[in-house]
C-alpha cells in the first residue's frame, strides 16, 4: 500500500474518530530526530569505535606500507631490473587488494555492528514511546512521515529527555 493512501486513510480515520469520541488525544514523536540526539546511539557508536580500532589500526599501518612500497618503487624504477620491477609491481597488486579487501571487511563489519546499536536503541525508543503514551494519556502517536505537526502534539523533545535521563541512570518521571 502506498505511504500516502495509508496516511491518508489514518487521517481520515482518526478525523472520523473525533467526531464518536470525546476528546482524542494524539501525539507526534519524530523518531529520526530521536535517535539522533539519543545519548544510547552516541556511547554505542563510541563503543564500537573503541571496540574496532585495533582493527583499524592495524590497517592503517597497512596501508602505510603499501603507500611506502609504492613511493619506492617510484623512485628506484631506473635503477632495479626488469625483473625486480616486475616482481616489486606483483606485490604492490597483492599487498593492494588485500588492503582492499581488509578495508572492505571491516567497514562491513563494522556497519553491521552499528545496525545492531541501533536496532537495539530503536527498541528502547520503542518502549520509552509506549510507556509515556500511556502515563500521559494518548490515545494515538504519529512518527516521522508526517507532513505537517503542530507544537502542541510534538513529544519529541519529552521523549528525548526521558532517553537522556535513562542514559544516566535517573529515573523517568
Given amino acids: 500500500m502506498d505511504k500516502r493512501l495509508a496516511i491518508g486513510l489514518l487521517i481520515f480515520g ?3 474518530g473525533l467526531a464518536a469520541a470525546d476528546e482524542l488525544k494524539i501525539g ?3 523518531f ?3 535517535a539522533l540526539n539519543s545519548p544510547q546511539i552516541a556511547e554505542g557508536k563510541a563503543q564500537l569505535d573503541e571496540e574496532f580500532r585495533p582493527r583499524n589500526e592495524a590497517l592503517e599501518i597497512e596501508e602505510q606500507r603499501l603507500q611506502d612500497m609504492e613511493d619506492r618503487l617510484l623512485r628506484d624504477a631506473a635503477v632495479m631490473t626488469e ?3 616486475q616482481a616489486m609491481e606483483r606485490e604492490l597488486r597483492s599487498l593492494r587488494r588485500q588492503v582492499q579487501r581488509d578495508r572492505e ?5 563494522f ?3 552499528l545496525n545492531e546499536v541501533q536496532q537495539e536503541v530503536e527498541k528502547e525508543i520503542e ?3 509506549r510507556r509515556f503514551a500511556d502515563d500521559n494519556g494518548f490515545d494515538v502517536i504519529l512518527v516521522t512521515h508526517v507532513l505537517y505537526v503542530s507544537e502542541r502534539i510534538d513529544i519529541t523533545d519529552q521523549v528525548i529527555e526521558i532517553l537522556r535521563r535513562e542514559n544516566a541512570g535517573e529515573p523517568a518521571q
Avoid at 105 to 109: A, N, T
Wanted: avoid cysteine; glycine fraction near 4%; hydrophobic fraction near 50%.
Fill in 14 to 16: 482518526l478525523a472520523a
Fill in 28 to 30: 507526534y514523536v519524530d
Fill in 32 to 34: 529520526e530526530r530521536v
Fill in 83 to 85: 625483473a625486480q620491477e
Fill in 105 to 109: 571487511d571491516l567497514v562491513d563489519e
Fill in 111 to 113: 556497519n553491521f555492528r
Fill in 127 to 129: 518502549g520509552i514511546v
